[in-house]
């Protein structure tokens, strides 16, 4: 187990290869109420299982410098990750966390109290 602290705000993002699309994406998440809630998700290309729009109530999809960003506020239950060193996976938060350390397998992040 390994805890990391948020950035200022309840931040975090999970920056990946996408398994598909082979490009860098950047997911991410603020922490309100004790839940994770994905906030964006960045990306340099569409590719199957990349969004092509804002389909849901509140999206807001963006085009900045080369890059798309669908803004979202999607709270997630249990955050499970399937991570490899192939996707290079990454938790940035203060400071950043190589996920593959632990080999290829399915990570749980979960928030905890903070004391």
Known sequence: MAEVETAPGGTFALRYIHSVALTPVISRYRLESGQIVQTAEEFDQHGFG?????????????????????????????????????????LEAVGSLDLTQWGARRLELVPLPCG
Do not use: C, K, T, W
């Not at 807001?60 to 955050?79: C, K, S, T, Y």
């Open 50 to 90: 990349l969004p092509y729009g804002a389909d849901r109530p509140g999206e807001r999809f963006e085009l900045r410098d080369g890059r798309f960003i669908l803004h979202m506020h999607r709270a997630v239950g249990p955050l499970y990750v399937r991570v490899g060193a192939a996707y290079d996976n990454r």
